[in-house]
């Protein structure tokens, strides 16, 4: 198993700012990734954090608008940049161990409020 | 593409009821299924995870099945308790067995 903290748990922001979240692992795992949940609504994955290269975003997710970080196989970093009200959501960050189609584990989320 | 349906929607029921939770896939060829618990506002916990070669996996109270030939999960809950009260998501590997694609959930509440 793998625990997944992240920070921080809640902020508000002022609309055109950014935030970065980051989210740390207690060991070494093999993907990572970034999920949103807006409100009332389930979990999308944004994208694939992958180590010393580029992120792979799903369709309707940028990287100008979600830039992520991976310098290494325990930390990874999420910006949301120039933010709106419609950037109000939960953050989750996702890792698993193994290779494909092991188990995954999750974060506490980080909640913003963009005002 | 998986797609991935939870019903109900919301439940409610008196504590120490048995309940059944359902979720159903589009694309059976799936390794596993994974069920999760979130709490108002907070992250995933994750339940149980059950094999494409396992019909049953069992944890305390929970149960979860899983059927690919009819592309269909439960997640039993026996004698249910008031602290069972969450959403229960069941999630489903993408085709490249990589990242989850969720149903929207269902939320339970227990009343004692």
């Known amino acids: 198993s793998a625990v997944i903290s992240q920070k921080p748990s809640r902020d508000i922001c002022q609309r055109g700012t950014s935030l970065t979240i980051q989210c740390q692992v207690d060991s070494q795992v093999t993907m990572m990734f970034w999920y949103r949940q807006q409100p009332g609504q389930s979990l999308t994955l944004i994208a694939t954090?992958?180590?010393?290269?580029?992120?792979?975003?799903e369709s309707g997710f940028v990287i100008d608008k979600f830039p992520i970080s991976r310098p290494n196989l325990t930390f990874s970093t999420l910006t949301v940049s120039n933010m709106s009200p419609e950037d109000s959501s939960i953050y989750l960050c996702?890792?698993?161990?193994?290779?494909?189609?092991?188990?995954?584990?999750f974060g506490q989320g980080t909640r913003l409020t963009v005002v | 593409k998986q797609e991935v349906t939870q019903i109900p929607a919301a439940l409610s029921v008196p504590e120490g009821e048995n309940l059944v939770l359902n979720c159903s896939f589009t694309d059976s060829a799936i390794y596993n299924l994974q069920w999760f618990r979130q709490d108002p506002g907070k992250g995933l916990t994750s339940l149980l995870l059950?094999?494409?070669?396992?019909r049953e996996q069992t944890s305390g109270r929970l149960n979860a099945s899983l059927d690919k030939s009819s592309g269909r999960s439960t997640l039993y809950i026996a004698a249910s308790q008031p602290g069972d009260s969450a959403t229960y998501l069941c999630?489903?590997?993408?085709?490249?067995?990589?990242?989850?694609?969720f149903g929207k959930g269902t939320t339970l509440s227990v009343s004692s």
């Open positions: 996702s890792a698993t161990t193994g290779g494909p189609n092991t188990e995954a584990f």
């Open positions: 999630a489903a590997p993408n085709q490249a067995g990589t990242a989850l694609i």
């Open positions: 954090a992958n180590q010393g290269s580029e992120a792979t975003y």
């Open positions: 059950i094999q494409s070669s396992q």
